[in-house]
């Protein structure tokens, strides 16, 4: 490597004040030392001064105003000002959230029920069966009193394929020892009872859900129309700058 | 909110913190202040009055469109300064792949000599030509240089920057800049040779 090298390529950050103290020696001791490399730093001087001596286009005030004018145009366009959206308070997403949920408990709830529900509430099969039963003691019926296995033949005769419910009935029907117990305690009277709540409660449930769906579906309409009522930054002015 | 009157006096990083928040006054603010330097770099990257307006334009309109990625404590010239060599070396890139754009009714050579000086009136024919053929060579040796080398002589010479603002603008090593700006300087020295 000559030794003029290193000066050379740290002539410019000599001229430009960049070099550390050492380097600045460094250089200023070889250009004591080398004349071509003077004459060089001379001729980048020059250089420097003679491309700052070429004016620039000025712009004065006026069109530095012309200029801002024309860019609020251009911003106005293609960079509205940015609308913030009104940050969600816990208790509005909580008072949308809560009819949904319970809207779906409701729904989960009704999916579990209903079928249950139709499967055991087809009152004239059991009450055949019932009767059937209550008919088995006195005789009219092929088996011995109180025997509840006896009922199958009574049993596809009033309900045909419905084994399932004809099970359930048949456990629901009482021994003649029961059917002397008052009303109040018949088994049967209490399944009904507690079916006829069920279905109440059930009735309750649904209307809810109705309130709450409808209810979530204004609130779901009136932020869609406040979203559509807003300007929006054009997706591509969203990119990053590379 | 602050007083329009109040933002002349606000140093320019703080002017940026506010439009970052989507503050225009402040953006109008550091418009009115960088214009001129901008147009300046603008100019000796494209070598065209014209383009150079457009630029301009260009770099405050992204200054301001990304505003957000402004990072508070960063010095607010070095990142103009890095918006504005990005624009043009994509328009630079635009000319090469579609040819430069020409506005009707005005030729470029006209516009830079008509608004080479803050003071036009000043100069009688003659210097006035000599002063448009000055520009001319200038900018003839300045769009020559390769277009890194450019960059680094044009933000340094016309620009002011110091080595490491350079570095930053550019995303390299100072090592770099100050190879790419000693040759440069190199390079504009031989033209100027060759042109004696």
Request: proline content about 6%.
């Amino acid at each position: 490597m000559n030794s003029c090298t290193p000066t050379r390529r740290r002539l410019s950050a000599y001229l430009d004040g960049e070099l550390d103290p050492t380097g600045r020696g460094e250089v200023e001791a070889h250009l004591l030392a080398c004349e071509r490399c003077r004459k060089l730093k001379g001729e980048l001087s020059a250089a420097d001064s003679w491309l700052l001596s070429a004016p620039v286009p000025e712009p004065t005030v006026a069109d530095t105003a012309a200029f801002l004018n024309r860019l609020h145009k251009k911003l106005d366009v293609r960079c509205p000002q940015p609308v913030s959206l009104p940050a969600a308070s816990p208790r509005s997403r909580f008072s949308i959230a809560l009819p949904w949920a319970f809207a779906g408990f409701a729904a989960m709830a009704l999916l579990v029920v209903v079928p249950g529900l139709h499967r055991s509430s087809s009152p004239e099969p059991r009450m055949e069966l019932a009767s059937a039963r209550r008919a088995g003691p006195s005789g009219a019926g092929p088996s011995a009193a109180g025997d509840v296995t006896g009922a199958p033949a009574a049993l596809e005769e009033a309900s045909g394929t419905r084994k399932n419910e004809a099970r359930v009935a048949s456990v629901a029907v009482p021994s003649p020892a029961a059917s002397a117990r008052p009303a109040s305690h018949d088994p049967l009277v209490a399944t009904q009872a507690q079916l006829a709540k069920l279905e109440e409660q059930i009735r309750e449930l649904e209307r809810s859900v109705v309130t709450f769906t409808a209810q979530a579906r204004l609130e779901s309409q009136a932020r869609t129309q406040e979203f559509a009522s807003r300007r929006f930054v054009p997706w591509r002015d969203l990119e990053p700058s590379r | 909110m602050y007083e329009a009157a109040a933002a002349a006096e606000l140093p320019d990083e703080q002017l940026a913190d506010l439009v970052s928040q989507g503050d225009r006054a402040a953006f109008d603010s550091l418009v009115r202040r960088h214009h001129r330097r901008v147009f300046s770099i603008c100019y000796r990257m494209t070598g065209s009055a014209q383009e150079a307006e457009d630029m301009a334009q260009e770099t405050f309109f992204r200054l301001y469109r990304h505003r957000e990625s402004y990072q508070t404590g960063r010095r607010f010239k070095a990142w103009l300064d890095r918006i504005c060599v990005n624009v043009c070396l994509t328009n630079q890139q635009r000319v090469r792949r579609l040819g430069p754009v020409v506005r009707l009714g005005q030729t470029d050579a006209s516009s830079a000599a008509g608004i080479a000086t803050s003071n036009p009136e000043s100069l009688d024919p003659e210097a006035r030509a000599g002063v448009s053929e000055l520009i001319r060579s200038v900018q003839k040796i300045v769009t020559t240089l390769p277009t890194p080398y450019r960059a680094a002589l044009v933000l340094r010479v016309f620009g002011g920057l110091s080595y490491q603002e350079i570095a930053d603008a550019l995303e390299c090593s100072i090592g770099t800049v100050m190879s790419r700006i000693n040759r440069a300087r190199i390079q504009v020295r031989n033209h100027l040779k060759d042109q004696q």
